[in-house]
């Protein structure tokens, strides 16, 4: 299943929708700080028009229940994109105090933000390591302020006070970042998507003694009248069959084939859902061997291969923990 159709979880919540309270949020506090502390009204901070935008923004994200983080971060990066640019257009205290660079930069950093969330849109996923960069450096401007007034010794309570404008916007940073770093969000290096590759392909080349079938599925691959078998009837493929090799950590598949005017069966060892991997454990097997016993099964090829699996009734407890394993990878990070 692709990381688009699954959601990611913290502590049991879809991240997707921390996320969209968080604008939500944003938008109230910018909202009752311009309102009720007079010194950040009359400054015009964070006009209306960026918190409408975050409200908008969250509120689709919250009530758009088919949502998942995925498809939900286009939304995500174009809210807070905007939010920057509408926040920085008007006059406001960076103007007022001369540094109207440092507007333009978060202006800028805004639009850059919007056409990744476009881009993110129609599946092109490696920006979300982009999104983190903006984020990122979106967030240090914002601390600027504050480190270069702790430089000049002023009292922690002032440069609190100073900077309180800009505490919504670090909070929103700072989740955006946690969104998007999050696992089944942030897209990997090319190094560690080669090592991944490469993880797949030792796992599909090397048998582990653990491994096992069940009996239910030795029925089905021995059975000569293709019992429990897909019918393919396409190219030279007659029919073939995918069977679960069992493991205590992680399961595989063996798939198997039966071609067309041939009894041989070509088998191959591979993760599941890599029916494209042409790499792996293969052999062609012009006979195969039941122990007497039914706790193995050995497949022979003509060149003197072999593969020998063994046969047994699940472990309950090994499914149980496997059940709890894949919860616990789905809903918490």
């Known amino acids: 299943m692709s990381s688009e159709n699954k959601d990611v979880y913290f502590k049991g919540k879809k991240v997707g929708d921390i996320m969209g309270a968080t604008m939500i949020a944003v938008a109230i506090a910018n909202t009752l700080m311009f309102f009720f502390i007079p010194?950040?009204?009359?400054?015009?901070?964070?006009p209306h028009v960026g918190n409408i935008i975050l409200l908008i923004a969250g509120g689709y994200i919250l009530s758009n229940r088919g949502l998942t983080t995925m498809r939900a971060l286009p939304y995500?990066?174009?809210g807070v994109g905007s939010y920057e640019i509408a926040g920085n257009i008007y006059p406001n205290e960076l103007a007022m105090n001369g540094l109207l660079i440092i507007e333009v930069l978060f202006?800028?950093?805004?639009?850059?933000?919007?056409?990744?969330?476009?881009?993110?849109?129609?599946r092109y996923?490696?920006?979300v390591t982009r999104m983190a960069l903006i984020a990122l450096i979106l967030l240090g401007i914002s601390l600027l302020p504050c480190y270069i007034e702790y430089h000049y010794l002023v009292p922690f309570t002032d440069i609190f006070l100073d900077n309180l404008d800009m505490l919504p916007s670090q909070v929103?940073?700072?989740?955006?970042?946690?969104?998007?770093?999050r696992k089944g969000i942030w897209y990997p290096s090319a190094r560690a998507r080669v090592s991944n590759n490469l993880d797949i392909l030792t796992r599909?080349?090397?048998?582990?003694?653990?491994?096992?079938?069940?009996p239910e599925d030795l029925g089905k691959i021995t059975s000569a009248e293709g019992t429990g078998w897909n019918e393919v009837n396409k190219g030279p493929i007659e029919r073939d069959i995918d069977i679960t090799l069992h493991h205590p950590d992680l399961d595989r598949e063996v798939h198997v084939e039966k071609w067309n005017d041939s009894d041989d069966l070509r088998i191959v060892v591979r993760p599941p859902g890599y029916a494209q991997l042409t790499e792996g454990f293969r052999i062609r097997s012009n006979q195969f061997i039941v122990s007497p016993d039914g706790d193995m099964i050995t497949f022979y090829s003509a060149d003197g291969q072999f593969i020998r699996i063994r046969v047994s009734e699940i472990d309950e407890k090994t499914k149980v923990e496997k059940i709890t394993r894949s919860q616990d990878k789905n809903r918490k990070i």
């Open 39 to 46: 010194y950040i009204g009359s400054d015009l901070v964070s």
């Open 76 to 78: 995500v990066s174009i």
């Open 107 to 122: 202006m800028t950093l805004g639009i850059i933000l919007i056409y990744l969330g476009l881009a993110n849109r129609f």
């Open 125 to 127: 996923r490696y920006n």
């Open 172 to 181: 929103l940073y700072v989740m955006f970042i946690f969104t998007v770093t």
């Open 204 to 214: 599909s080349t090397f048998c582990d003694g653990r491994e096992y079938i069940t």
